[in-house]
């Protein structure tokens, strides 16, 4: 089992306006304490993934979400 993402941290809050900005419309959000299990920090470690494959991401997240927002309106309307 592999997985497969980006080595490098985003936080939560940078993720939410880059979605934001690709689908054009601000998110609801509603604001809490960290609750049991939440994690300040997360990312995915893809050193395994590229030795064996030798695949490296070539996408960042802010053109990865502009496409999966095109994706999205493409296929849903």
Same mark, same amino acid.
């Given at each position: 089992?592999?997985?497969?993402?980006? *080595?490098?941290?985003?936080?939560?809050?940078?993720?939410? *306006?880059?979605?934001?900005? =690709?689908?054009?419309?601000?998110?609801?959000?509603?604001? $809490?304490?960290?609750? =049991?299990?939440?994690?300040?920090?997360?990312?995915?470690?893809? *050193? $395994?993934?590229?030795?064996?494959?030798?695949?490296?991401?070539?996408?960042?997240?802010? $053109?990865?979400?502009?496409?999966?927002? =095109?994706?999205?309106?493409?296929?849903y309307?």
């Amino acid at each position: 089992m592999l997985n497969i993402g980006d *080595s490098h941290p985003v936080g939560l809050m940078t993720m939410i *306006s880059l979605l934001e900005k =690709a689908l054009g419309v601000p998110a609801v959000k509603i604001m $809490r304490p960290m609750q =049991a299990g939440d994690v300040t920090a997360t990312y995915a470690d893809t *050193s $395994r993934l590229a030795a064996l494959t030798g695949y490296a991401p070539k996408v960042d997240l802010e $053109r990865g979400l502009e496409r999966f927002a =095109a994706w999205y309106r493409g296929f849903y309307g």
